[in-house]
């Protein structure tokens, strides 16, 4: 079956350690994204890619790092610098950048800091 | 820049009632609009879009259509079970910058009481 999975599920990590989340799309899809949502709250954009080997920052970039390197795969690596990482992380793709495409979605990460 | 603004939560409502989740929109173009659901602990998930003025899109007895002329895309249903219990999201896609991004709104929870 076709889809994007997230892994793992849930995540802990001590204060001032970088941690790294996966997310993988068999899907073909060119456009890969990460949002961050908090409890109660919507979607924050932290980066997207375009493309392989590209990728641009969103609304809450700061303290977190991607890398394109292959189109299937898109990790996220929240660094110590993220002051607040406890959250839900979403990882997306999108087949192509015409108005009418929808996002696709993954199960989401659950971060604890301890 | 675009925007979207959908009614505040939490709605609760019993079993068999009529469901109406208000969404409103600000674009300069002529966006795709989307409604996302999502259930405990998971990824979103699309329920239907529309894709221009006066579309209507459907799916599991949800319904919005596309209104230019008021910018809204109310989503609807006219019997409401347990299992929708969930956070619904409105959404548009943002064809003003190169990345055609999907904008969404802050969310709606909606419980059901049987």
């Known amino acids: 079956d076709g889809g994007i999975t997230q892994s793992p599920k849930y995540l802990f990590r001590k204060e001032g350690q970088n941690v790294t989340l996966s997310c993988e799309q068999n899907?073909?899809?060119?456009?890969m994204y990460w949002y961050r949502q908090d409890p109660g709250q919507g979607l924050r954009l932290i980066y997207y890619?375009?493309?392989?080997?590209?990728?641009q920052k969103g609304d809450i970039a700061e303290g977190y790092s991607v890398s394109r390197e292959k189109k299937e795969s898109f990790p996220l690596t929240v660094t110590s610098a993220q002051k607040n990482p406890t959250a839900f992380y979403l990882c997306?793709?999108?087949?192509?950048?015409?108005?009418?495409?929808?996002?696709?979605f993954g199960p989401g990460t659950r971060l604890t800091v301890l | 820049g675009d925007s979207v603004t959908q009614m505040e939560g939490p709605v609760t409502l019993s079993e068999e009632a009529f469901l109406t989740i208000n969404c409103t929109y600000t674009?300069?173009?002529?966006?795709?609009l989307f409604w996302y659901v999502q259930y405990p602990g998971e990824g979103l998930q699309l329920l239907l879009k529309?894709?221009?003025?006066?579309d209507k899109g459907s799916n599991k007895g949800f319904e919005a259509t596309y209104r230019k002329e008021t910018t809204s895309f109310h989503l609807e249903k006219g019997s409401v079970q347990v299992s929708d219990s969930a956070v619904y999201f409105c959404?548009?896609?943002?064809?003003?910058?190169?990345?055609?991004?999907?904008?969404f709104g802050s969310g709606t929870r909606l419980s059901i009481r049987p």
């Open positions: 959404a548009l896609s943002d064809g003003t910058s190169s990345a055609s991004k999907i904008i």
């Open positions: 899907l073909n899809h060119d456009a």
């Open positions: 529309a894709t221009k003025a006066d």
């Open positions: 890619s375009q493309i392989v080997n590209d990728f």
């Open positions: 674009a300069t173009g002529y966006p795709s």
């Open positions: 997306a793709s999108r087949s192509g950048l015409a108005l009418m495409d929808e996002q696709f």
